[in-house]
C-alpha cells in the first residue's frame, strides 16, 4: 500500500523560509516521479513543483514559486523535500505530496499523502 506521509509545515512571517518533508512508502520510491501539490482555503488544487525519477535529473516549478521554492528528493530515505523560501501571504496552503506515473509540468492526479499545513502571515 502507497503511504506519503508529509511533514515541516507551520506558521511564518512573510520573508521566513520552511522546508517539507515527505516520507514514502509501499513502492519503489526512485523509480517514481513526485509532485508537490497545494490547495489554499476556497481554491483548487494547484500543483507547485515535480521532479524526475533517481533515472534522471529533471525539475519543473510553477512560475508563482519560480526562485522560492526547491524540489529535491533522497532515494536512500525515501524522502521528497520542498524548500520553501522568502514565502509569501499567498503561499498559505495545505501542501501535499503526490506519487505520478509521469513526469509533467503539472499534476496528473497521482497518489497524494494527507498533507501539512503552511500560514504564511504577519
Known amino acids: 500500500e502507497v503511504q506519503l506521509v508529509e511533514s515541516g509545515g507551520g506558521s511564518v512571517q512573510p520573508g521566513e523560509s520552511l522546508r517539507l518533508s515527505c516520507v514514502a512508502s509501499?513502492?519503489?520510491?526512485?523509480?517514481?516521479?513526485m509532485s508537490w501539490v497545494r490547495q489554499a482555503p476556497g481554491k483548487e488544487l494547484e500543483w507547485v513543483a515535480s521532479?524526475?525519477?533517481?533515472?534522471?535529473?529533471?525539475?519543473y516549478v510553477t512560475d508563482a514559486v519560480k526562485g522560492r521554492f526547491t524540489i529535491s528528493r533522497d532515494n536512500a530515505k525515501n524522502t521528497l523535500y520542498l524548500q520553501l523560501d522568502d514565502l509569501k501571504t499567498e503561499d498559505t496552503a495545505l501542501y501535499y505530496c503526490?506519487?505520478?506515473?509521469?513526469?509533467?509540468?503539472?499534476?496528473?492526479?497521482?497518489?497524494r499523502g494527507p498533507g501539512t499545513q503552511v500560514t504564511v502571515s504577519s
Open positions: 503526490a506519487k505520478e506515473d509521469r513526469l509533467a509540468r503539472y499534476y496528473t492526479g497521482g497518489v
Open positions: 509501499g513502492f519503489t520510491f526512485s523509480t517514481y516521479p
Open positions: 521532479i524526475s525519477s533517481a533515472r534522471n535529473n529533471y525539475k
